[in-house]
């Protein structure tokens, strides 16, 4: 009913930049939250960013001031830009949108597939 397709991940030195992105697609009526996620290997899924209906944002404190994230709701798109990689950034980042269905209007949460960020010199 609902696809997210991530792009962006890769591989960079400490210090660099990267942009994830993440558009929606399928029977959406509305977007509420959008947001990313994390995972590292051996940890818990963790939340990155979060960016609300009304364009509101949080940020887990480990990002705050190298992340932001912001989105285009004509593209139905989330974005990640990050500066000041870490290596401790290192882990697979995931898009989470929760959506009202257009065919039962009822609130839906999705998950994108994955894209991996692997900071490293």
């Known amino acids: 009913q609902v696809q997210l397709v991530e792009s962006g991940g890769g591989l960079v030195q400490p210090g660099g930049s990267l942009r994830l992105s993440c558009a929606a697609s399928g029977n959406i009526f509305s977007i509420n939250n959008m947001g990313w996620y994390r995972q590292a290997p051996g940890k818990e899924r963790e939340l990155v960013a979060r960016?609300?209906?009304?364009?509101?944002?949080n940020y887990a404190d480990s990002v705050k001031g190298r992340f932001t994230i912001s989105k285009d709701n004509a593209k139905r798109t989330v974005y990640l830009q990050m500066n000041g990689l870490r290596p401790e950034d290192t882990a697979v980042y995931y898009c989470?949108?929760?959506?009202?269905?257009?065919?039962?209007?009822?609130?839906?949460?999705?998950w994108g597939q994955g894209t991996l960020v692997t900071v490293s010199s």
């Open positions: 989470n949108i929760r959506v009202v269905v257009r065919s039962t209007y009822r609130s839906l949460e999705v």
């Open positions: 960016i609300t209906e009304v364009g509101s944002t």
